[in-house]
C-alpha cells in the first residue's frame, strides 16, 4: 500500500525560508511521478510542480515557476518543496500526491506565514 | 494553463441521483484518460473517489461511479445520503503535469 508521510504543520514570518517533506513507502519511489498541490484557506486545488526522483526530472506549474524548488532524495524515498522568502499568501495546505494509477495523497502540511 | 470547469453548485434530495460535469478545452490533456474525482469535506484532506474516468478504489462506494465523453468527465452519484454533501473535485494527469477543476459544492436538500 502505498504511504505518503508529510512533515508538520509549520509557522513562519514573511521573508523566511522553508523546507517541507514527503517520504514515500509501499511503492517504488524512484520511478514513480510525485507532486505537490495547494489548497489555500477555503480555496479550490492546485498543481504547484512534479518530479521524477530517479532522474530528478521537474516540471513546475506556470503559477508556481520561480516561486519554489522541489527536490527529492532517492536514498530516503522523501520530496520536498522548499520556498526561499515566504508570503503571506504561501499560507495554505500543502498536499503531496503519486497521481498515476490509483492516485496517493499525504495527510497535508498545515503553513502559516504571519508576521 | 486552464482550469477545468465544474459547475459552482449542484443540490439534490436524498435517493436522488446527481451528475457533476468537468470540462477540459481540447487543446489540453490529450484523451482525458486519467481523470479521477475526489471528495472534501471541511477541514478533511481530499479523498479519491473515481481514478481514471471510471475506476473505483476500493471501499468507495459503489453509487460514485465517472464516465467521460469527449472533453467532459462527468461524476454521477446515485441514492444520494446526506453524508455525501461536500466539495468535489475534478483532476486531470497527463503524466507531466495536472490540472484541477474550480470544484463544485454538493448540497443535499
Known amino acids: 500500500e502505498v504511504q505518503l508521510v508529510q512533515s508538520g504543520a509549520e509557522v513562519k514570518k514573511p521573508g523566511e525560508s522553508l523546507k517541507i517533506s514527503c517520504k514515500g513507502s509501499g511503492y517504488t519511489f524512484n520511478s514513480n511521478w510525485i507532486g505537490w498541490v495547494r489548497q489555500m484557506p477555503g480555496k479550490g486545488l492546485e498543481w504547484m510542480g512534479i518530479?521524477?526522483?530517479?532522474?530528478?526530472?521537474?516540471r513546475y506549474s506556470p503559477s508556481f515557476q520561480g516561486r519554489i524548488t522541489i527536490s527529492a532524495d532517492n536514498s530516503i524515498s522523501t520530496v520536498y518543496v522548499q520556498w526561499s522568502s515566504l508570503k503571506a499568501s504561501d499560507s495554505a495546505m500543502y498536499y503531496c500526491?503519486?497521481?498515476?494509477?490509483?492516485?496517493?495523497w499525504g495527510q497535508g502540511t498545515l503553513v502559516i506565514v504571519s508576521s | 494553463q486552464s482550469a477545468l470547469t465544474q459547475p459552482a453548485s449542484v443540490s439534490g434530495s436524498p435517493g436522488q441521483s446527481i451528475t457533476i460535469s468537468c470540462t477540459g478545452a481540447?487543446?489540453?490533456?490529450?484523451?482525458?484518460?486519467?481523470v479521477s474525482w475526489y471528495q472534501q469535506h471541511p477541514g478533511k484532506a481530499p479523498k479519491l473517489m473515481i481514478y481514471?474516468?471510471?475506476e473505483r478504489p476500493s471501499g468507495v462506494s459503489d453509487r460514485f461511479s465517472g464516465s467521460k465523453s469527449g472533453n467532459t468527465a462527468s461524476l454521477t452519484i446515485s441514492g444520494l445520503q446526506a453524508e455525501d454533501e461536500a466539495d468535489y473535485f475534478c483532476c486531470s494527469y497527463t503524466g507531466r503535469d495536472w490540472v484541477f477543476g474550480g470544484g463544485t459544492k454538493l448540497t443535499v436538500l
Open positions: 481540447s487543446s489540453n490533456h490529450g484523451s482525458f484518460s486519467l
Open positions: 518530479i521524477f526522483p530517479f532522474d530528478s526530472d521537474t
Open positions: 500526491v503519486v497521481p498515476a494509477g490509483s492516485p496517493s
Open positions: 481514471e474516468v471510471s
